[in-house]
């Protein structure tokens, strides 16, 4: 089973940015999806952004301009370039992968967004 740790996150005032990464290890084989999903405070988690093993990616609605995902199969890590942040962006930042129909999650990295 793979294993996923994020890194990045903190604090930054409204319109600033911040990146985010997570680094895959463990038992990588089979990871098709990886992508980042948010938990604001008393909401449910939803999806931020995707990235297919081709390179195709897919983002919510509400970042699509400001955020940007990659993603270095060599290294198995992908990468969460935020931009313009706003308020609503504060949030747990999940790392995903899909392995083998399996979902797989990291730990989470807090976002703090000030206006």
């Known amino acids: 089973q793979v294993q996923l740790v994020e890194s990045g996150g903190g604090s930054v005032q409204a319109g600033g940015s911040l990146s985010l990464s997570c680094a895959a290890s463990?038992?990588?084989?089979?990871?098709?999806?990886m992508g980042w999903y948010r938990q604001p405070p008393g909401k449910q988690r939803e999806l931020v952004a995707r990235?297919?093993?081709?390179?195709?990616?897919d983002y919510a609605d509400s970042v699509k301009g400001r955020f940007t995902i990659s993603r270095d199969n060599a290294k198995n890590t992908q990468y969460l370039q935020m931009n313009n942040l706003k308020p609503e962006d504060a949030a747990v930042y999940y790392c995903y992968a899909r392995q083998f129909l399996r979902a797989r999650w990291g730990q989470g990295t807090q976002v703090f967004v000030s206006s």
């Open positions: 990235i297919f093993t081709g390179g195709t990616t």
């Open positions: 463990g038992n990588t084989v089979g990871i098709a999806i």
